[in-house]
């Protein structure tokens, strides 16, 4: 988490940086679990070796092919980031309604709305049955 250089020299405010660096963390997981699609079935793998037995050419090979079809798929923070959450947008907010427009020609418009599409499915559980 990188905590070894923190900017404050009180412990309760450091201690509140570490707590909202870690709540991102796990939020980033859960929406990368959320927003998975189910791997194909590589054509080009071998069936019999595993992945962590295979030369490093056949390892990366596998991977890149696995970016190709999902770069969010297991995507590190940085590509989260860029690809959908540092976005320029310009944002209107109207009585009953907000829209947020996005320039037409920004490469990443398909993932931020798969992001957005499979977010608004997802069940939220009914806290009060509880």
Not at 43 to 58: C, H, K, M, V
């Amino acid at each position: 988490m990188c905590c070894d250089r923190l900017s404050d020299h009180r412990y309760m405010a450091n201690l509140f940086r570490v707590m909202m660096h870690s709540v991102a963390a796990n939020l980033l997981v859960r929406i990368r679990q959320i927003v998975e699609i189910v791997p194909e079935i590589d054509q080009f793998a071998n069936a019999e070796i595993p992945l962590e037995a295979q030369s490093p050419g056949g390892k990366r090979r596998h991977h890149t092919r696995r970016r190709r079809r999902d770069p969010l798929g297991e995507g590190h923070a940085c590509t989260w980031r860029t690809h959908v959450i540092k976005v320029a947008c310009r944002v209107i907010v109207r009585t009953r309604r907000v829209r947020v427009q996005f320039s037409s020609s920004w490469p990443w418009a398909n993932h931020l709305k798969r992001v957005a599409d499979l977010l608004s499915g997802y069940a939220r559980p009914d806290l009060n049955s509880a």
